[in-house]
């Protein structure tokens, strides 16, 4: 069940070039959400009618953690927010992590991707090994370690495996019965592939462009194996059915 909120900034932070992480005190939605889940966040600018999905990063009691990369005028709104700030926020929202697995786990995080497997990696209990992948300046990661090994793979090769996630797999010899995935679309594509290729279970978390968040306007579709149920066609929409999938469910 999804609550629409006024949150209470608590702290904000610029942890990397234009990546922001804001713990926020909330009532319902930090304790009812789960790994893969995420939020609306409100513009205070009425222009701005549409809420921004932003994915759960952490959550410890009635507090919320969202990092974010500012890349339009909502986001660069949220980067201002000052500690005391009240925001307009409803969530959890969408169908996250199956929390079952107690087999071998790889997780990767890609670029802004990264935040929301920070939850998983902390909630999922068994052996777990992390690849994270940048393109060259590091944030979270040291906070991975706490619940897993950690590989690093950049792109400019400053740190870690030069190239990305997969590259990291293969130079590493890294191997798992499940695999769990956030980041940019070529990369989910790679470990869907990789996950038929090498007959492995795999969870991605997909981030289409959204207007309601709220399983509405369809605006979020992305196509599918099976019909839908909702709208007869061979389409899921990432707000309500996702944004986790089997990615053997979706076509990328
Ligand atoms: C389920 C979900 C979870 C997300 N979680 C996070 C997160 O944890 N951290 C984070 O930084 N971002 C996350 N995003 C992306 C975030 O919602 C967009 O960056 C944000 O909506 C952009 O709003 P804006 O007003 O700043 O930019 P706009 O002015 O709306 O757009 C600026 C640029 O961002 C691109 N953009 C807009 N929406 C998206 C989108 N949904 N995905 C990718 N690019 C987009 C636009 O094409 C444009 O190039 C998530 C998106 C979804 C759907
Ligand atoms: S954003 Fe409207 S249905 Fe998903």
Redesign the pocket.
Known sequence: MAYRETATVISKDKIAGD?YDIWFETEKIAQEAVPGQ?VLVYSKDKA?LLP????V?LTEGNKLR???????????EFSEFETGDKVEIQGPV?HGYDLSNKKKALIFGGG?GI??MLNLAKELDCEKQIVLGYRDELFLNEEFEKYGQVYIATEDGSCGTKGNVLNAVDELGLDADVLYACGPMPMLRAIKNYAIAHDKEAYI??????ACGMGACLS?VCKSKEVDGHSKVKNKR??TE??VFDAREVEI
Request: aromatic letters at 6%.
């Open positions: 990546v995420f701005r921004r999905p932003i994915s990063c969202l990092v974010f990369r500012a890349v339009g005028e909502g986001t660069k969408g802004i935040p929301p978390s997909l981030e289409e462009k959204m979020c990432v707000c996702g944004p």
